[in-house]
């Protein structure tokens, strides 16, 4: 999923590079703000517990627990970000932090490697917000990507089921992916994207640990690959990072990707396939899921990733207001190259900030405000 935010789109660049002189300007005040300020972001010690003690206490082991970072920022808004099954969530905004730190302290759920827990992870996010809320007097905005939005969906699904919405500052959701429809089609013999076949086997019914566990060298290859196509552009990306942050991104990407073992990746698949599609989301105080301003960002081509029926992304696209009265849907263009690809957080990073930075511009006005 989000890694194919990392597949290649490489005449994209040279096109940057022509259409707008602006471009390479800020990605070298980006580098140098980069050079001053290098990332720093640092284990977060949860000061509020009470929801993932109740989760553990239940069962669940601590290595399925998501290791929480946080980035001082600038700002009295912080983000939350939740990224989608690779690359981490540090990765997924790698040139976007410094956007997102000028509103405030930036939080990164990154994923266990060896382990995931829906339960878990829906417990940490209720202790952070709430964190937030009682210690720095503060409403965040939930960032999320891909896997990571479907995520956020079944959170706060869950937390409208139990009567206790949280107040928030806002949601970003990037190529949602909420249920397993969005990327295999129940009903298909055969999945109709590269990814849909990656993760076949750990949807199949009678898939076994064993199974699973050689597929994932399988998944490994398909998303190391896609990297690597997009990394080997050098010249290309020098428009949008220096060498050491290419360096830098792609020893994380590859740890990242070589560390999920088989029941790791299970168990995030798994996570999925326990979320409801949103249409399924049509019951008595489950709607609307949050009075939060919403931006929903969809690319022009995510029919790689997605499939063409994909729940979430109907559902969006025909009656977002019902899920968020305050929600806008927009769609992630490039008209000056080759089009924008499921996610593409990195490689098309100029095509989604105007969108992002005039959402965060109007939350910090107030212009969104809503009445918690």
């Known amino acids: 999923m989000?890694?194919?935010?990392?597949?290649?789109?490489?005449?994209?660049?040279?096109?940057?590079?022509?259409?707008?002189?602006?471009?390479?300007?800020?990605?070298?005040?980006?580098?140098?703000?980069?050079?001053?300020?290098?990332?720093?972001?640092?284990?977060?010690?949860?000061?509020?517990?009470?929801?993932?003690?109740?989760?553990?206490?239940?069962?669940?082991?601590?290595?399925?627990?998501?290791?929480?970072?946080?980035?001082?920022?600038?700002?009295?808004?912080?983000?939350?970000?939740?990224?989608?099954?690779?690359?981490?969530?540090?990765?997924?905004?790698?040139?976007?932090?410094?956007?997102?730190?000028?509103?405030?302290?930036?939080?990164?759920?990154?994923?266990?490697?060896?382990?995931?827990?829906?339960?878990?992870?829906?417990?940490?996010?209720?202790?952070?917000v709430a964190e937030l809320a009682e210690r720095r007097g503060q409403t965040p905005v939930l960032f999320s990507v891909s896997f990571g939005s479907g995520l956020l969906l079944e959170w706060l699904a869950r937390r409208r089921r139990a009567g206790s919405p949280p107040v928030l500052a806002g949601t970003v959701l990037v190529s949602p992916v909420a249920c397993t429809a969005d990327l295999v089609h129940p009903a298909a013999a055969k999945p109709a994207t590269l990814l849909g076949r990656a993760l076949q086997p750990y949807l199949a019914a009678t898939a076994t640990a064993e199974a699973a566990d050689g597929a994932i060298e399988r998944s490994r290859t398909i998303f190391a690959r896609m990297f690597e196509a997009g990394a080997q552009n050098k010249a290309g990306l020098a428009g949008l990072m220096t060498a050491g942050e290419l360096a830098q991104l792609h020893a994380a990407v590859m740890a990242t990707i070589r560390g999920i073992s088989g029941a790791g990746a299970r168990e995030r698949v798994r996570a999925l396939q326990a979320m409801t599609a949103p249409p399924g989301y049509f019951a008595p105080g489950l709607l609307p899921l949050s009075p939060a301003p919403a931006l929903v960002l969809y690319a022009e081509r995510e029919e790689a990733v997605l499939e063409a029926g994909s729940p979430t992304r109907f559902a969006f696209t025909t009656a977002l207001p019902a899920y968020f009265p305050h929600g806008r849907l927009q769609r992630i263009g490039n008209p000056f190259g080759p089009p924008v690809q499921h996610a593409s957080l990195i490689f098309h990073v100029f095509e989604f900030l105007p969108a992002l930075s005039g959402f965060y511009h109007r939350l910090k006005s107030g212009k969104l405000r809503h009445a918690a």
């Open 2 to 128: 989000p890694a194919l935010s990392l597949a290649p789109t490489l005449s994209l660049l040279a096109a940057l590079q022509r259409v707008s002189p602006v471009r390479p300007l800020r990605t070298f005040l980006r580098a140098a703000e980069e050079k001053r300020h290098p990332s720093h972001a640092l284990p977060h010690a949860p000061a509020v517990r009470a929801a993932q003690d109740r989760v553990l206490a239940a069962g669940a082991g601590p290595h399925q627990a998501a290791t929480l970072l946080r980035e001082a920022g600038r700002g009295a808004l912080p983000t939350i970000v939740l990224g989608g099954f690779v690359p981490d969530a540090t990765e997924q905004v790698f040139l976007l932090r410094h956007f997102l730190l000028r509103s405030g302290d930036v939080y990164y759920f990154n994923y266990p490697c060896h382990g995931f827990s829906l339960d878990l992870l829906c417990a940490q996010l209720d202790d952070l």
